[in-house]
């Protein structure tokens, strides 16, 4: 029912606007007796953290991330081990040039929230989008990194697979390489990188932005989370994902190329193996069947539209009512879509952690 | 939290098995003094029926409503006005043609969730896809009747714009026609009839399936309702249209399309009107913005897949782990998405009226 | 959120007026493979139903249910196994004398919700109380009754341990005596019986009414269940209580006497076992401690005021603002408390259910 | 379904442990523009901290609040405005004596949660108590304090009404003495005073502990808050009071006592007043009939356990399965009850503001 709340029984709450002091979030029902170190959070925080590189927006946040509460230390190498208690973690804002968007106090930028929710709520913190402001999702992140490690055997990937009219070769897909140091986009595509940079240059010096559809790829689910109607793995992810700043559609396996098949191309079939253990011979499905996790590796796309704050100006409304034309310096990400896959991995990553937990509780986990 | 309830202060918990005696719903929250007809509602079931073209499952079901709580009578026009209490709606089966589903009983049929299912459960009510049947939507629809009239001014409507690998014309699009007696496919497209019905016919007798994207339009939302992180009505609107059986993407605006576009080319810009009030001059957004919904239309797209079940033999296995060869006969659409449109109508209704409350919760839905 | 749900992965909404034609509830969450017969749920509501004895409401009530979803038949002796889907429980009302409420349709019965009731929703079905009549608590009954198989060697029992000014002597305490056929009163003291039945005859005969204390003792309650701080087992047994029409106080283990003691006298002191295993050697706690069950007996009391409806005229206003003299003729229980052991019981044994899936949720059941 | 979470729509969960570095609470749902000074906040704070008189625990913990989100400055006075974006408070820990509690760290402290904690999570931050230390109460009295300013002239008061054997004289009552520098127990009764602390000292010195009886009273309650079932006010505000760490009791309105009288003795009569508002004669059911507030002031008291932590030794056992004698040093309030007061208000203003804000969700707020 909360505003600021996903998950049921692993529960994530976040707080925070662009421009306070802090932000974070409160992980609720981890399980005890999970480890894990404090790097392995980090590690997740720093590949969406901004100023990596002249693609992505040059605020300059260390994205630090402190635990609160909910662990003790083990032993002396750093392992921290979950108690069941509530985690709360961290982050301090530490680059807020509030300066950059005074200009735009009382303006209603296209493409952003800012008229609906000023008659939403009738105030609001304009600096850097406030609470609309995709610095939110490092606390998703955070929590990302604890959900990957409830399930045993876990594997959550993400990867940029198209930008703007540009698509990478999916035959060269090469996991190992998105989160290569010379691969500023989670492109899995190595030959893809000239090409999207190149495009992506054109597009910042023209003021522009351009959008993006990003791959998750979940491998390790157990068969059996999710159920028939309303507490589907799908329905989950889709809504987790569509909560993702800038995200306007979301896929399952096939997604919308699934309306233009005949239910025998979109069937997949399946054959007991030699071991014993049935396997499906293709993954339309995207390894969700009824609502229900098929043990399949579970596949989710969704498209990121272009970033609104462009230095393009564009026609526009204040706040008392008078026209304006809105040009949006400050500093931006000309792809949003870029630092979004890791956030979409930790958005899937929260939906299955929480889906294991209460398949747990209504079945015993069988 | 629960597995077979959505929406938080407009909350729906449905129930009821394809061939078990009956399903219904319990609708909660509804505000006390809506008025309506239980012909309103019927009109909605009678939509979704199935038996009523060629085109769509043979089953004949009455699907005749009862409501059984929440409402009293006022007049003698058979108005009736709910309380405030818990709206009990009850469907019975009528068509359980149980001998059907004899031979598939242990089989999985490959596209459905019987094998994920089964792991999950251990027991599985086979007769028609059980908890798994889309006969559940019934409820949904009943449900949807009265969100509508939840929100004042608020018209949902919805239309099937492709099939398989053909689409409409959405220069001839006629919402007057979308209920059109002529129409067995909810096409808003009076042209596309021919083309559609020759193209199904091919399917159907071809012992096949094909998928299809419905539209759903909701028009009088109120701005602002919806919410910045994770409660956002495009998320909750997402997460509704998922659950409907067999659909695989949804989108809300440009959707996939906005990943295409420029930051210039996707902005939705803004004029005061000559009345005083804001204008978009496009909607690209789908009338929701940071989560937010503008005041425009919200448009709403969802992908349906195939039908699994399918005359065509497919490879799969059974419970006894054996290899068999899985052919679906009984009754079935050869176009599921068909009967999907009151269905994906019913779901936005839902989000949009749930949201309209908790508006009002929070804010006093200034 | 709901307003007429209770419970988080044992889930239970119930619906239905006094004076409509049914009334019912949706069991979500119910774990599946459990199995039970009919009988076993109908002997519940067989305890709680109405015109047993002259110390109850005379309205004829059988109170039949009938199961509409979520189970299957299991061999040839009437046995049902649940499936994991939402389990529809309805119970037809037979005996609605509407004429008899006719009179007080617009007054406001003093002790009765009628007056803020009808403030809050500005509609009101009087009959019996409408909603908030005690025949709602049929429901709860019935879910109850399925809640006692959910944990495994559970045993929920109740009985009455004051009326009005009079106590049952504890020492005498046979809870075989508690279902005993001579027993109109659930007390587990057989010489208590004699003494309530002519007190009570006394408060029936003087049109007047009185309170009750009610214990409920569950055993089998495996240590574990319940959580430090919101999902405290108390709280929700609390709560499940202070829900039941009339309850106006609870109390765990010593409850209000725990004020007056002092800390080694409340102090439930440990040894280990002969068999190894810890032994308290006091249960003052109630079988809770901070939260959290110790596997001792959980020991709850609860309080139920005077029935409100009684034949005695008391002073009140009427929905027009005139001041009235409400005397409340129908078909009352002299002592609501009476038919409140079963209710009672129902409401552990679902917080208890509950929260065994909970704990198997959070921890994996250790 | 959070296990750290209360609340629905005025939602607070809560995180910290004794000895970590802080703990807090993040307020999810205030509505927007409710104006407040982070110095209210502070001055709640500081009526439930340890070390003001030699009554209570000698920890010395400033618990200053630091709010870290949801809020912005308005004008140059510390005025604060809340912007409808959930609000994360935070309060350091800083006098964590961790070698206090060493002796113990293996011990199960009879009445404590330790024996049950321990099974439950198979860890456990023994200092102070960790996550179920009375510590976390802090965050409940911040997030109370804003719960107050919600609902439009709502007064929540409080006041210790008995300690152990020993209760006050209610004709004495002084809602201003509760509050006075002189008084060191939230005594409404200031004759009370000096027999308190002679009753209190000798339960300290003699290394013991008592319990205690708190009373609520909540003034402008608007008419028409709760619901006549799972959603009553009575339930809800129970609920959040046993929630309240060593509370065993919870009583609305005449409570217990209610069930010792008749019908015409707990009869709230009414008459209409010579303004045209409808009058109450007397208050026996403390504000709630049916679950729904009347507008009369609601009562609620709760009964708080003597302390468990006590220098008197105790039988218990060790984690290891051994017997062993404990004795809790460390610095622990001889009556816990006395700082329940202010934590008592903080759940009752939380629960009336949550149903505030529902009941204008579902009904508008007629």
Redesign the interface.
Known sequence: ??????G??F?V?????SH?????C?V??C???IRFKLAEIQAELDRRRPGTSRFVTQRREPDEVKI???V?PEGEDGTL?T??????M?IDNVDQRSKDYGEIARQ?R????????D???????HRGG???SAR?TAARVAAGALARKVVPGLVVRGALV????MEIDRDAWDWDFVDDAQNPFFTPDRQSVARFATYLDG?RKAG??????IEIVAEGVP??????????L???I??????I?AV?????????????????????????GND?K?IF?SNH??G????????QPVVARF????????L?P????DRD???VDVMTKGRHDPCV?IRAVPIGEAMVACAIADHF??????????
């Open positions: 029912m909360s505003h600021n709340t996903f049921h029984l529960r709450t976040t707080w925070g606007e306070g002091p802090a932000l974070g409160v609720d029902g399980p005890p007796g609160l509460s909910g003790l081990v108690t069941g208690t509530p985690i709360s961290l209603y296209p493409g952003h929230a800012d008229f609906a929710y008659r939403k709520y009738g105030i609001r913190d406030g609470r609309s939110e198209a930008m703007g009219t597009i522009s932005s351009v959008g993006a559809v068969v059996g989370l999710g159920a028939p109607i309303y507490a589907k799908d329905q989950d889709a809504g987790n994902l569509m909560s700043n306007k559609g979301v896929e399952i396996g096939e997604g919308f190329n699934a309306a233009r098949l005949t239910g025998e191309q979109n069937a997949d079939e399946m054959r007991m014993g049935p011979l499905a995207g969700i069947l009824g609502g229900i996790s098929t043990g498209a990121v539209k272009p970033t609104s704050s462009i393009t564009r026609q526009s409304i009512g008078r026209n879509g937990l209460r398949d747990r509780g209504q079945t015993g986990g069988r």
